[in-house]
């Protein structure tokens, strides 16, 4: 069992940055990020293997949101550049134990953190 813990998030404006932590109990494969807004799925956001430090990203993020990891301290970020009002949802890291098929898949995930809420303001 691995447990996740995140930590960072809360207000930002438009155009700001934001950024979150999620510290791992143990080591697993590689590590995600989703998100949340109210009434919507939960969706993919960014993607890194712990190893190789191979990256993806939603394109609605991709050239703002920065995902990387500290092998030694077990802990995956997410740096969010220029938020805008629609990046505004509940956060969430993930981890796949072993390699799981499509990283944008929730399904492929084995642990998640508690989430935590990002409001961007116009």
């Known amino acids: 069992q691995v447990v996740l813990v995140e930590s960072g998030g809360g207000l930002g404006q438009t155009g700001g940055s934001l950024g979150l932590s999620c510290a791992a109990s143990?080591?697993?494969?590689?590590m995600g990020w989703f998100r949340q807004a109210p009434g919507k799925e939960r969706e993919f956001v960014a993607y890194?293997?712990?190893?190789?430090?191979?990256?993806l990203y939603a394109e609605s993020v991709k050239g703002r949101f920065t995902i990387s990891r500290d092998n030694a301290k077990k802990t995956a970020y997410l740096q969010m550049n220029a938020l805008k009002p629609e990046d505004t949802a509940v956060y969430y890291c993930?981890?796949?134990?072993?390699?799981?098929?499509?990283?944008?898949?929730?399904?492929?995930?084995?642990?998640w953190g508690q989430g935590t809420q990002v409001t961007v303001s116009s």
């Open positions: 143990g080591r697993t494969f590689a």
């Open positions: 890194i293997t712990w190893t190789s430090g191979i990256t």
């Open positions: 993930a981890a796949q134990q072993g390699p799981r098929g499509i990283a944008t898949a929730t399904r492929n995930y084995d642990y």
